[in-house]
């Protein structure tokens, strides 16, 4: 089966910090990632998406960038945390699949990393 | 206007009652859909992938309605286990099958 980590659950950084977060994900290959970012009473905010090593699509212009050096390995970086960069980052695989109705893409979460900048 | 909306709530249910949630989308060519659930300060979690013709999964009923773009969750005889916010997702179609929308979700609290 599959199964998805993410580490650290809880981080507290300084403003100007850098960030470095780790997801990496067992039991698929070549699974897509993505991040995301939940801020506090919000819905999800796609960050960032990979459909194979090296590939990076971005979503949202910020101070954020991401990685993917190896198949199941997806890590999300910044040189220098703002105060609007708090919030619970979500890691998560998919692989499509096609059905009757359509390419259904069901997204599986790792458990998260709440980050304060303070 | 959001692309996918939905009654932030909070619902409060007693236990055993039936309740239903509705979400709206915007985009047409949006082809699958989802609805997770999110306990508190947790990652959301597939509750079922909803299909054309509805899908049953226990207590748990999907419907998708395309002509007039929304999506209903039904839960029957509800337990306070079931309390959690729910989420109802959307891909954005021809765009990309890689991105999903996400509602902002509605919350549930049952009562004993």
């Known amino acids: 089966s599959q199964t998805i980590h993410q580490w650290p659950a809880t981080l507290v950084q300084p403003v100007g910090s850098p960030l470095s977060l780790e997801c990496t994900v067992e039991?698929?290959?070549?699974?897509?990632l993505y991040w995301y970012r939940q801020a506090a009473g919000r819905g999800l905010q796609l960050l960032f998406y990979?459909?194979?090593?090296?590939?990076i699509s971005s979503e949202v212009p910020q101070n954020l960038s991401a990685s993917r050096p190896q198949d199941r390995q997806f890590i999300l970086s910044s040189k220098k945390l703002l105060l609007s960069d708090s919030g619970f980052y979500l890691c998560?695989?998919?692989?499509?699949?096609?059905?009757?109705?359509?390419?259904?893409?069901?997204?599986?979460f790792g458990p998260g990393t709440r980050l304060t900048v303070l | 206007r959001k692309e996918v909306e939905q009654d932030p709530g909070p619902f409060n249910v007693p236990e055993g009652a039936t309740v239903a949630f509705n979400c709206t989308y915007s985009?047409?060519?949006?082809?699958?859909f989802f609805w997770y659930r999110q306990d508190c300060r947790k990652e959301p979690k597939l509750l079922m992938s909803?299909?054309?013709?509805?899908n049953e999964d226990g207590r748990f009923t999907a419907q998708l309605n395309r002509a007039s773009q929304y999506i209903s969750l039904l839960i029957r005889d509800s337990k306070l286990s079931d309390s959690a916010t729910y989420l109802c997702?959307?891909?954005?179609?021809?765009?990309?099958?890689?991105?999903?929308?996400w509602g902002a979700g509605t919350k549930l609290i049952i009562k004993p």
């Open positions: 998560a695989w998919s692989v499509l699949s096609l059905r009757t109705s359509g390419i259904y893409n069901e997204q599986f």
């Open positions: 039991g698929t290959s070549n699974p897509n």
């Open positions: 990979s459909v194979g090593i090296g590939q």
């Open positions: 985009n047409s060519a949006s082809q699958s």
């Open positions: 909803v299909y054309s013709s509805g």
């Open positions: 997702v959307v891909n954005m179609g021809w765009k990309s099958n890689y991105q999903l929308i």
